[in-house]
Structure formats: C-alpha cells, structure tokens
C-alpha cells in the first residue's frame, strides 16, 4: 500500500515560527513551523504569486510579502485579502525526526 508521503525535511531543519520552501514533484511548497506543530501548504500566492515563505509568520498567518494577502497555514484559507483563492493544504506528519508530507494525486 503507498501512503504518498514523501520526506521533505528534518525537525531540526525548520526552526519555530519559521517557513521552509520545498519542491514536492514540481510543486512549491513551504513547510512551516507553529510551536513545533508542523503545516504544509502551496508556497506561492493565489493573487499574484509572490513565494509565501518570504514574507512574514505570525501565528498560523503567513502574509505574501508582495501585496499582504495572509493565509492560514493549517487549511491554506485566505484570511486577509486581496488574495480570495486558498493555496494547496498537505497532510503533514513527523516520524522520529523526520518531517514527511502527502503529495496530491
């Protein structure tokens, strides 16, 4: 049975409140680090794709550091506008220290 979870990072890698860029079979993904909580979602920005992991993290809110949009990084939901498309959501889990992510089929 495949589970499509993929390895994409050690714990130590990404440290807390911080965002980890990633590229999981072509797509860009940013891995994130809430309280030791870990969340996948599309790293690129449903307005006019500005890469998420570039911009600031406060909370579960990542803001797109070209035009503000935010989003909710444990559902990829657009909180703050303009942005009003959600960007992708992974299922995340950590196994030992290793941080695996489910690729969409």
Known sequence: MSTNFVKVAETKDIQSSNMRPIDLDGERVGIVNVDRSYYAIGN????????????????????????GSKFDVRTGEP?????????????????????????HE
């Open 44 to 67: 690129i920005c449903t307005h006019l794709g500005g890469s998420l992991n570039e911009g600031k993290l406060e909370g579960y809110d990542v803001e797109c550091p070209w035009h």
């Open 79 to 103: 909180t703050t506008p303009p942005a009003q498309q959600p960007v992708p959501a992974y299922e995340v889990k950590v196994e030992e220290n290793s941080i695996l992510v489910r690729k």
